[in-house]
């Protein structure tokens, strides 16, 4: 099952502005993670920030994140054509002894010059 | 270090075949997990290995097996195959717990 919902679902910006997307988990989590997939490809690791960390910078990149409110937003700040892609939240939790991630429905995000 | 691959990387079977797909994970990594991507449902986590050993699965039928191989190498299997199993499988491997999984480019297999 999906660990959480993604908001919005779409997102079309011009090149240069900011974009922003956020993220509900329902479980308890280790870690929260962000991932990028262009055309259905394989997923790119961006950022991970730990339950204990509230915020995390990465170029571009900035996380917050709220275990209170079990959400998480992911920032891109002057968005270019190529960060057109699909952005997806998981959460890292530790089950079992293994590693585990549970995704959220991802935010298409669409850039245009 | 070279990415994660998977092996093939598209695939068309009928259903009722089985089919296996494979994984070599970033070297040094002992974990390795596999994924389920639809339109449908999402990504969704099938089983996760380290050191040969199932540490963790999902919530997927009996069909869905795998393992993994001492250098680390891992494959999945799925027998009996259903019109529903089309998707994209991927793999991705990491340190251990607590760590960002690095993703494989995917097999994408479609069943007719």
């Known amino acids: 099952s999906q660990q959480g919902e993604e908001d919005p679902q779409a997102l079309s910006i011009q090149e240069g502005e900011n974009a922003t997307m956020n993220c509900s988990y329902k479980t308890s989590i280790n870690n929260l993670q962000w991932y990028r997939q262009n055309s259905g490809r394989g997923l790119v690791h961006l950022i991970l920030?730990?339950?204990?960390?509230r915020e995390k910078h990465s170029g571009r990149l900035r996380v917050t994140l709220d275990t209170s409110k079990k959400s998480s937003s992911l920032l891109i700040t002057a968005s270019r054509a190529a960060d057109t892609a699909s952005y997806f939240c998981a959460g890292g939790a530790v089950t079992g002894g293994g590693n585990k991630l549970t995704f959220g429905t991802g935010t298409q995000l669409k850039v245009e010059l | 270090k070279a990415g994660v691959t998977q092996t093939p990387r598209y695939l068309i079977k009928t259903r009722g075949q089985q089919v296996t797909l494979s994984c070599s994970p970033i070297s040094g990594h002992r974990s390795v997990s596999w994924y389920q991507q639809t339109p449908g449902q999402g990504l969704q986590f099938l089983f996760e290995?380290?050191?040969?050993?199932?540490?963790n699965k999902g919530n997927f039928p009996g069909r869905f097996s795998g393992r993994q191989f001492s250098n680390s190498r891992s494959e999945m299997n799925v027998s009996t195959l259903e019109l529903g199993d089309s998707a994209l499988y991927l793999c991705a491997s990491s340190l251990g717990q607590t760590n960002e999984q690095f993703f494989g480019p995917g097999t994408r297999l479609t069943v007719l």
């Open positions: 920030i730990r339950s204990n960390e």
């Open positions: 290995y380290f050191s040969e050993t199932q540490r």
